[in-house]
């Protein structure tokens, strides 16, 4: 879990999911896993359905978020000056079920991915994108096509039962 490497108040990862309903069934894994290691790690997951009065503290103490690519273009990246410190620290973007990012959603989702590196480097930040996908065709070019970044390393699971 490369999300959990971020363990320090300094540090915050941001996994994005497709779908609020994948990212809430991500975070009770997570958390559980994460409570073995490392206790202290404040997960979190911000969508449309995140209480009001839960998002400044998600905002200001969560190291890891997960959400969704409409949050983050509704309501984070318009306000990236309330997040500053989050954008400042974010130390890793993590992409999950990247194959599911095609068509019109594809497009918008890597429009919004684009104004996220925008917004990290106007706070001198560069996060690395981390992006997972069991089922793709072509990895190389979709993953160049969403985030705009050239994919460095690709990573083959030979044994599928693992």
């Known amino acids: 879990?490369?999300?959990?490497?971020?363990?320090?108040?300094?540090?915050?990862?941001?996994?994005?999911?497709?779908?609020?309903?994948?990212?809430?069934?991500?975070?009770?894994?997570?958390?559980r896993y994460a409570s073995v290691i490392y206790p202290s790690v404040v997960?979190?997951?911000?969508?449309?359905d995140t209480p009001?009065?839960?998002?400044?503290r998600i905002r200001k103490k969560a190291q890891i978020i997960l959400?969704?690519?409409d949050i983050l273009n509704m309501t984070v990246l318009p306000n990236h000056d309330k997040w500053s410190q989050f954008f400042?620290?974010?130390?890793?973007?993590?992409?999950?079920?990247t194959h599911?990012?095609?068509?019109?959603?594809g497009s918008h989702t890597s429009f919004i991915l684009r104004r996220l590196r925008r917004v990290c480097?106007?706070?001198?930040?560069?996060p690395q994108f981390i992006c997972c996908s069991a089922t793709i065709v072509n990895p190389r070019e979709h993953?160049?096509?969403?985030?705009?970044?050239?994919?460095?390393?690709?990573?083959?699971n030979e044994n599928e039962n693992e």
């Open 1 to 31: 879990m490369h999300g959990l490497n971020c363990i320090s108040q300094n540090q915050r990862s941001l996994l994005i999911f497709p779908t609020k309903a994948l990212a809430h069934d991500q975070l009770t894994s997570l958390k």
């Open 88 to 97: 400042a620290s974010l130390k890793y973007i993590v992409l999950d079920e």
């Open 143 to 156: 993953i160049t096509n969403i985030t705009g970044l050239e994919c460095i390393s690709e990573n083959e």
């Open 121 to 126: 480097r106007y706070y001198n930040s560069s």
């Open 43 to 48: 997960i979190e997951t911000l969508d449309g």
């Open 100 to 105: 599911s990012f095609t068509g019109i959603f």
């Open 52 to 56: 009001y009065k839960d998002r400044n």
């Open 67 to 69: 959400s969704n690519p």
